[in-house]
């Protein structure tokens, strides 16, 4: 059975930082980009980060870039989200996802809900002002 699990959220003032880990457990996913997205009350989920299998690409949603550090550790199976200078807005469950089919690492990570197969569990982030 194929398992993500998120870890690492927290309640932290803005300005501070949090560190979320994502372990996948089931079969490997080595080979296939991993991101993060969140949800934050009465709002859909939307994409954060993006990760190729090499790591040598990424991608991120405007509002995190330069905060938030996406990265991955192939011979552990996980993915890990850094976000530093925290925000009230960045307050919301943050979800981990990983996708099963081919993707070429030449393209810019995937973006879309629709792009990913499994999903963690979600990890809650709050952020104080």
């Known amino acids: 059975q194929v398992q993500l699990v998120d870890t690492g959220g927290g309640l932290v003032q803005a300005g501070g930082s949090l560190r979320l880990s994502c372990a996948a457990s089931g079969r490997t996913f080595r080979n296939y980009p991993m991101g993060w997205f969140r949800q934050a009350p009465g709002k859909e989920r939307e994409f954060v980060a993006a990760i190729n299998w090499s790591s040598d690409n990424t991608y991120y949603t405007d509002s995190v870039k330069g905060r938030f550090t996406i990265s991955r550790d192939n011979a552990e199976n996980a993915v890990y989200l850094q976000m530093n200078v925290l925000k009230p807005e960045d307050t919301a469950v943050y979800y981990c996802?990983?996708?099963?089919?081919?993707?070429?690492?030449?393209?810019?990570?995937?973006?879309?809900?629709?792009?990913?197969?499994?999903w963690g569990q979600g990890t809650q982030v709050t952020v104080s002002s």
């Open positions: 996802a990983a996708r099963a089919r081919t993707y070429y690492s030449f393209l810019r990570p995937p973006s879309d809900i629709s792009e990913y197969d499994y």
